[in-house]
Each structure stands twice: as C-alpha cells, then as structure tokens.
C-alpha cells in the first residue's frame, strides 16, 4: 500500500469479492469526478462525459476540438500562442506546423456556432477564451 496500490487482495478470493473490491476502489475515485464541470458564460463542458451544451443546447465536438476546447476553457481569459497550444493538445514530442492550430481553432469555432465568437484571435499572438467577447473577436 506504501507503494501507492489502492488495495490489495490475497488468494484464494472469490470473484465477488473481487468485484466489491473494484466497486470500492470506483466508489472512493467517484468524489474527484464529481463537479468537474467547466463553465466560462453560457459555454459549458463536463470532461467525465464528454458533453459540451450552449445555453442548453448540447454541442457536436470531435476528439481534438475537444480537447482544444477543455484546455482553453481550463485557462479561460489567457492568451496562448500557437507553440503553447501545439504543445498542451498534441505534446511536444509531436511535430505539427504551426498553423494546424489556425485550422483546428476554426473548426472548433463552427462547431460551436453562436458560442464561437468566445474564442478570440490576437492579432499577432494566439487565441484566448473569453465570456466577454469583443464585436470583432474572430477576426485578426
């Protein structure tokens, strides 16, 4: 247990001991799952069940726009460069253009259709997240 097991079962066991075991282990693992939800304004995304709603209404994400979104969600309000991006979604021992990010930014913006003008361009710089977004976020 030192060692950093959860639990620990000696044979002979019977198979539902095993299994109320497994059960506990989920059980006591269950509280840091729940309320994970984030939410930045009306935009909200629950990482346990892979569900992203716009005032209500549930949004169709693929895996990377996914990910794309819980990260800047995460750090909602901060500016992130291209690099930093790259970095976080696919990790730094991938070799990915740059600009890939332009593309998935975009995709992730027509995913979420009205909540898209929440992902701001910085004009020389990246993308940030933001509750408040200017008139002209999507553009830069």
Wanted: aromatic share 6%.
């Amino acid at each position: 247990l030192d060692a950093g097991a959860d639990d620990y079962i000696t044979k002979p066991f019977s198979p539902q001991e095993l299994v109320a075991r497994m059960r506990a282990v989920l059980r006591r693992r269950a509280p840091d799952k729940a309320g994970t939800s984030i939410g930045v304004g009306a935009l909200t995304l629950d990482p346990g069940t892979h569900r992203v709603t716009y005032r209500g209404d549930e949004l169709t994400l693929g895996p990377t726009e996914f990910k794309l979104l819980n990260y800047l969600m995460q750090h909602s309000e901060r500016v992130h460069s291209r690099a930093q991006l790259l970095d976080r979604i696919w990790g730094d021992h991938v070799f990915i253009e740059e600009r890939t990010i332009d593309v998935q930014v975009k995709r992730l913006r027509e995913a979420l259709g009205a909540a898209g003008a929440m992902i701001e361009t910085v004009r020389g710089v990246g993308y940030r997240l933001t509750a408040e977004p200017s008139v002209d976020s999507r553009h830069g």
